[in-house]
């Protein structure tokens, strides 16, 4: 996560933490679950290879 979002790692972790805190989640499947359920997130959008270069993006 931290890679994509070009953060550090504990920056990644202070977030989450806060997340857990403040949705009184026990885990960070608890705050997917919370994510789904609230339509905060849904499934991954499938990735699509662009033929020319080999890139990826989301479609």
Do not use: F, N, W
Not at 8 to 36: E, N, P
Request: aromatic letters at 2%; charged letters at 20%; glycine letters at 8%.
């Amino acid at each position: 996560m931290a890679a994509e979002l070009h953060i550090s790692h504990g920056t990644v972790k202070t977030h989450v933490s806060r997340a857990l805190t403040k949705l009184g989640a026990r885990d960070r499947a608890q705050l997917v679950i919370i994510a789904y359920e609230t339509g905060m997130a849904g499934p991954p959008r499938p990735v699509v290879r662009d033929q020319r270069d080999g890139s990826s993006s989301p479609s």
